[in-house]
């Protein structure tokens, strides 16, 4: 059975389902007042979530920490914040972007 990946208005949802409309009849019974967004039927039948992406693996500094004190020092200038944060952790840019830039939505 193949497995899709359904994104609405207010969930991500991965599940097997014979065809695509199976899947969105998922949608319709779990999530009757969401609106779908995307369904794409996944290349294998499996899923995998990276924990590093997430930023769930162990590192020796706390990411949200260091990116709080960086906005904290920079007033709150996203840039500036990026530069503190790669010049403390020796990120590159993209991880440093992404990490700043989610805590500046959590808000710092």
Same mark, same amino acid.
């Given at each position: 059975?193949?497995?899709?990946?359904?994104?609405?208005? /207010?969930?991500?949802?991965?599940? !097997?389902?014979?065809?695509?409309? =199976?899947? @969105? /009849?998922?949608v319709v019974d779990a999530y009757p007042t969401d609106?779908? *967004? @995307?369904?794409? #039927?996944?290349?294998?039948?499996? !899923?995998?979530? %990276?924990?590093? =992406?997430?930023?769930?693996? #162990?590192?020796?500094?706390?990411?949200? &920490?260091? *990116?709080?004190?960086?906005?904290?020092r920079s007033a709150g200038d996203k840039v500036n914040?990026? @530069?503190?944060?790669?010049?403390? &952790?020796? %990120?590159?840019l993209e991880q440093a972007r992404k990490v700043i830039? %989610?805590?500046?939505?959590?808000? !710092?």
């Amino acid at each position: 059975m193949p497995l899709f990946e359904i994104e609405t208005d /207010s969930h991500i949802i991965i599940t !097997w389902a014979e065809d695509e409309d =199976a899947a @969105r /009849s998922v949608v319709v019974d779990a999530y009757p007042t969401d609106e779908i *967004a @995307r369904l794409t #039927k996944r290349p294998r039948d499996t !899923w995998v979530i %990276s924990k590093g =992406a997430l930023g769930l693996t #162990k590192t020796e500094l706390d990411p949200c &920490t260091v *990116a709080r004190e960086c906005l904290n020092r920079s007033a709150g200038d996203k840039v500036n914040a990026i @530069r503190l944060y790669r010049n403390e &952790t020796g %990120s590159d840019l993209e991880q440093a972007r992404k990490v700043i830039e %989610s805590n500046m939505v959590m808000g !710092w």
